[in-house]
Each structure stands twice: as C-alpha cells, then as structure tokens.
C-alpha cells in the first residue's frame, strides 16, 4: 500500500496501518451505524481500562477535551472563583478555553529539565492568586514534577486539569500521566501516538463530572447520561420522564465523535504500547546523541518520557536557523518549537500584556523539533542527529 509521505523523514506520520484499513473495511461491509452510537461506548470503556480509570468521554478533538474539562467544572460549580493557571509552554487550546469562558488566566514560567510548569513560580502564583485551578502541559511527552504538584494541590486544594494531547504512555515514576488531575486530555490526531483521524477524549475518576462531560459534549442533554441519573435530574424538574432524551440541562456543545473515529481507535488500542516503546526508545537515542550539544528537556529520573517530536534548543536564533536549512537540504522534516512562549502570541499580549519567562523565551527563540513516530528507528535518530550536529 502506498503511504501518503512529504519527506523520507516527516515529523508525522500515519498511525493507520493497512491491517486496520483492511478491518475497517470489513466493519464497514457490515452497514454499521456510523454516528456516535455503540462503537464510542466500546472505546471509551477500552481507553479507560488502558489508563487506569473510571471514566472517558470520547469528542472531535483533543482541543475539545481541553474545553469541556473547563466547561464541566463550570457546569459542575466546581470551577470556584474561575481563577486557572495556565502554562506559557504548550498549545494554544490548552489556554483558550479560559478565556473564552470568562475566566482569569495567569500565566505559569516553564521549567528547564521538564519544560512544563516550574515549580517556583507556580508556588508564587498559587500564594499571590488563589487559583481554584492549575492546568498543566506534559509537553511532547515530558512529565511535569507531578510530586510536586500534588503535594502544591494538597496545600492549595486546587481542580487539576491534565493536558496530556501529545503524551501518550508517559509516566512519572510509574504512573501514567492523565491519572494524576481532576481531569485529563488526550488527542488522537493524524500523528499522534495513535489516530482516530481527528478525536480526542477526557477521562476522569469523578462520576460527577463525567455525566457534566457526557451532556456537555451533546447539546447539553440527558439522552447520553446512565438512566439512573436522568431519572434523577426528571424529578427534580417535575418532567414526564417520557421527554428524558431531549431535556436540556446544561447549555451545551456539538463536540461529537463519529462510531468510524471510534472504531479506528479500537483497532489502533491494541498496538499502542508498542508505539510508546518504540517512541520511547527513540526520543533516549536522540537525548544520548545531542547531549553537550544542544538544549532539550532532561526529564526527571525514573519518568518515562513518550514523546510525538524530540524538542531540541539550540544556542542561538543564528544556529537554529542554520540546522534547519541544513535539515531542509537532507528533506528531514523540522518546524520551530510550535508555540514557544504564548504569553508572547497577540491571542494573549492584547489582552494581558507580554509575559516574560526565561526558558518560555528560549524556547520561542531558539527551539525546533525532530522526527520521533514509528517510522523512525534507532538509525533514522543517528541519520538525524548526524545532520544536525554537523549544522551546529
């Protein structure tokens, strides 16, 4: 089968492999119903079991999940006094939400071995604010200080929000990252460490919260909840539970999966923790060869880190730009460090002002990422690092 491929080297790459297309279109022989229907319950129970938790809510896309964490806890009146810490390394979408529902954001600096949030500064803004929530970014796989943070979240008694879109079987000292927050968002986006085609999901320990989840994602109503609490819900407003599938609760979305994104999804489960090895492997490799090089995120010992890109930072603006020609030249795939610092992107410097941070900035001015998907190995990581290196 030929694989739609822009370079020998792509950042991302498809995850679909001609095994599940041929299954797909066996399923798809069958006539099945292809909007959300049973195919998204069976995978959202079959991602629940893969990490580790009660509850998963399956929608479009992984900045979706991102909004309806921050949505539920506003349905849920749990969002306290709608003050959130949002990170200055990470994604755009990890931020919008906050500002988009009328919260106040403040911005957390970025740690220089974990590139998530520093713990300094966190702790200096959870003292000064207040917050009643702290959002974190496992940035491109890297787990945050997570002891750190639960013990801060002990302290300060703060919601939790995890993103955790591009970090797929990361762990910190063990445990999975997605299973530490309030909540906890993944992506299956083409690229990913496993696809849907577009899709993401949250998952959560707090049933509370997932019935908010389920009648957020679909208009706000009760169709989706478990009978029981429909039921419930039906008598308190004095309604013939005859109108229970079209009672709106919450002022809702349309962030709905389709049964086809789900059903790819359960083909793909399967071959994920091979994918988080393989992933795994490659971003050591390249820690080991550009060491005393260039700049990246070390990680804490004893995390595993699973990353979609190795971020590499170079020493210079002029030297970044020199690798990336030369990457160019050789058709390796390469892009500058996504967002770098959003403190210092218009969506946040017209409201708040630019905010200043000293690796956040780095990151901005000097970061660039390197292929890490399943097509690469161990010798495609030493073809890349020998490219770069010699740009340096």
């Known amino acids: ?3 739609f491929q822009s370079r020998p080297f792509d950042l991302a790459v498809d995850t679909i492999s001609e095994q599940e297309i041929e299954a797909l279109i066996e399923w798809l022989r069958g006539y099945p119903r292809l909007t959300m229907w049973e195919e998204t319950k069976r995978f959202e129970q079959a991602w629940s079991e893969w990490l580790g938790v009660r509850f998963s809510v399956l929608c ?5 999940a991102n909004l309806l964490m921050y949505a539920a806890l506003d349905s849920a009146k749990r969002s306290g006094n709608r003050k959130v810490v949002v990170p200055a390394t990470g994604w755009v979408t990890t931020v919008s ?41 496992h940035v491109l796989g890297v787990p945050n200080r ?48 496993m696809s849907t085609i577009e899709g993401g999901i949250v998952s959560t320990d ?77 971003h050591a490799r390249f820690q080991e060869r550009l060491r005393g090089r260039l700049g990246f995120a070390e990680g804490l010992p004893g995390d595993t880190i699973s990353s979609i890109s190795f971020c590499a930072v170079a020493t210079s603006t002029a ?21 770098g610092n959003l403190g210092r992107h218009p969506f946040w410097s017209d409201r708040y002002g630019v905010f200043a941070d000293p690796q956040a900035d780095k990151l901005f001015d000097c970061g660039f990422f390197l292929p890490n998907n399943q097509r690469v190995g161990l010798a495609e990581v030493d073809q890349i690092c020998d490219v770069v290196l010699a740009a340096t």
């Open 1 to 3: 089968m030929k694989r």
């Open 97 to 137: 939400p906050g500002i988009q529902l009328g919260w106040q954001p403040c911005m957390c600096g970025t740690d220089p071995v974990t590139f998530g949030a520093d713990i300094d500064v966190l702790k200096a803004v959870l003292e000064r604010e207040r917050p009643d929530t702290v959002v974190i970014v």
């Open 206 to 282: 707090d049933q509370e919260l997932y019935h908010h989840l389920l009648m957020l994602r679909s208009h706000g109503w009760l169709k989706d909840v478990p009978d029981e609490y429909g039921a419930d819900i039906m008598r308190r407003y004095g309604w013939d539970p005859f109108f229970k599938p079209f009672c709106f609760v919450v002022p809702g979305y349309n962030l709905r999966p389709s049964d086809l994104n789900a059903r790819i999804g359960l083909l793909q489960i399967p071959h994920l923790r091979e994918t988080v090895e393989r992933r795994t492997e490659n």
């Open 60 to 64: 479009n896309s992984g900045s979706s």
């Open 319 to 339: 030297q970044r730009r020199a690798i990336v020609s030369a990457m160019d030249e050789h058709r390796m795939d390469t892009r500058l460090f996504t967002a």
């Open 146 to 193: 997570m002891s750190e943070i639960m013990e801060l979240r002990e302290a300060y008694g703060f919601n939790l929000l995890e993103d955790c879109c591009a970090s797929h079987g990361a762990r910190h000292q063990g445990r999975q990252v997605g299973t530490f927050g309030t909540m906890s968002a993944f992506s299956f986006y083409y690229g990913h460490h």
